[in-house]
């Protein structure tokens, strides 16, 4: 059974950075690609950022130029490094594969952009 373990959420300022981290334990990471997906409050989960088996990239539009998706294949970890956070940035977010999502979602780590 996959267990995906989302960390680093926290309380930052319009204009800050947080650094995501998900590990997946128990799966065949480096052959997935993963995503990060994020749900604010009252909304449905949405797709934020791909990283294919490769390295390729890609993101919602609303992050781009402000969002950077990684992966360490040794670690089985993917990160989200979030620059220039916004308010509208606000939500709880989860990592599982992608574009299909094939893991059971872990428990998220919410990320509040407030002043």
């Known amino acids: 059974q996959v267990q995906l373990v989302e960390s680093g959420g926290g309380l930052v300022q319009p204009g800050g950075s947080l650094r995501l981290s998900c590990t997946a334990s128990?799966?065949?990471?480096?052959?997935?690609?993963m995503g990060w997906y994020r749900q604010a409050p009252g909304k449905q989960r949405e797709w934020v950022a791909g990283i294919m088996v490769g390295g390729f990239t890609n993101y919602v539009d609303s992050v781009k130029g402000r969002f950077t998706i990684s992966r360490d294949n040794a670690l089985n970890t993917v990160y989200l490094q979030m620059n220039s956070l916004k308010p509208e940035d606000t939500a709880a977010y989860y990592c599982?594969?992608?574009?299909?999502?094939?893991?059971?979602w872990g428990q998220g780590t919410l990320v509040t952009v407030s002043s």
């Open positions: 128990g799966s065949n990471f480096r052959t997935n690609a």
């Open positions: 599982n594969t992608f574009p299909r999502t094939l893991y059971t």
